[in-house]
C-alpha cells in the first residue's frame, strides 16, 4: 500500500507570493491533517479535514488555509508568504479523525521563503 | 505557551547506555502516542497509549502513560546506534478530533 504522497518536495519562493501544497492520503483514508514544523516551534496543528469538512483548525493566520476533494487528496494554500513561513509542511493520513487512530505522516514538503 | 513539556531536548549517548524521554503537560488527553522522525522524512508512529498507568514494549523500548493522563515516558535500554533520531510525544486532548499536540522533541544521538 502506497504511502502519504506530497508535492512538491522541496519549494523556494519570495516574500509577498502565495504557494500551494498537496497530499495525496493512503488509499482508504478519509481524514488528513496538516501539521508546520520549524525548529524553534516545533510541529504545530494547522487544519484537519474529514469528508470535505474542516473539522478543526490550528491558531494560525487566515493566510493558511486548505481544503479537501472528494478523493480525500488535500491542498494548503499559504498567500502573502512572510520569511517566518519557511518550514517543513507534513501532511498526515488516517481511517477517521479520531485521537486513537494512528496518523501516517507523510515525507513534508520544505518551504523556503527568501 | 507550549502545552506538552518534553525533556531532555538533546541527548548524545555511549552505545549500551539507558536513557528516558519525559513529556509532561497539565492538560488531560486522551490517548498520546510517541513518534520517531528520521531527517527528510515525517515522523513514523511508534506507539499509541490510551490508558492511564498503561505501560507498552516494543523490543529495547517501554512506554508508560502516566495515572492522570498527563505524563508520559519513553525507555529505552542498551540503545544502539540505530536508535539515533528525533522522538516525539504528542498528545491528543478530548473532543478535538484528531489533533495532536507535539513536544518539541528530543534529539538522541547514541555513538559506537
Known amino acids: 500500500k502506497a504511502g502519504v504522497t506530497q508535492t512538491p518536495r522541496y519549494l523556494i519562493k519570495t516574500r509577498g507570493q502565495q504557494v500551494t501544497l498537496s497530499c495525496s492520503p493512503i488509499s482508504g483514508h478519509r481524514s488528513v491533517s496538516w501539521y508546520q514544523q520549524t525548529p524553534g516551534q516545533g510541529l504545530q496543528f494547522l487544519f484537519e479535514y474529514f469528508s470535505e469538512t474542516q473539522r478543526n483548525k490550528g491558531n494560525f493566520p487566515g493566510r493558511f488555509s486548505g481544503r479537501q476533494f472528494s478523493n480525500s487528496r488535500s491542498e494548503m494554500n499559504v498567500s502573502t508568504l512572510e520569511l517566518g513561513d519557511s518550514a517543513l509542511y507534513l501532511c498526515a493520513s488516517s481511517l477517521l479523525p479520531t485521537a486513537t487512530d494512528t496518523q501516517y505522516f507523510g515525507p513534508g514538503t520544505r518551504l523556503t521563503v527568501l | 505557551t507550549q502545552l506538552l513539556e518534553q525533556s531532555p531536548q538533546f541527548l548524545s549517548i555511549q552505545e549500551g547506555e539507558n536513557l528516558t524521554v519525559y513529556c509532561n503537560s497539565s492538560?488531560?488527553?486522551?490517548?498520546l502516542q510517541w513518534y520517531r522522525q528520521e531527517p527528510g522524512e515525517g515522523p513514523v508512529l511508534l506507539v499509541t497509549v490510551v490508558t492511564g498507568g498503561e505501560v507498552k514494549k516494543l523490543k529495547r523500548l517501554t512506554f508508560q502513560f502516566g495515572d492522570a493522563r498527563k505524563d508520559s515516558s519513553l525507555h529505552i535500554t542498551a540503545a544502539q546506534p540505530g536508535d539515533t533520531g528525533l522522538y516525539l510525544c504528542?498528545?491528543?486532548?478530548?473532543?478535538?478530533?484528531?489533533?495532536?499536540?507535539f513536544g518539541q522533541g528530543t534529539e538522541l544521538s547514541v555513538k559506537p
Open positions: 504528542a498528545g491528543a486532548l478530548y473532543n478535538q478530533g484528531g489533533k495532536l499536540i
Open positions: 492538560s488531560v488527553f486522551s490517548s
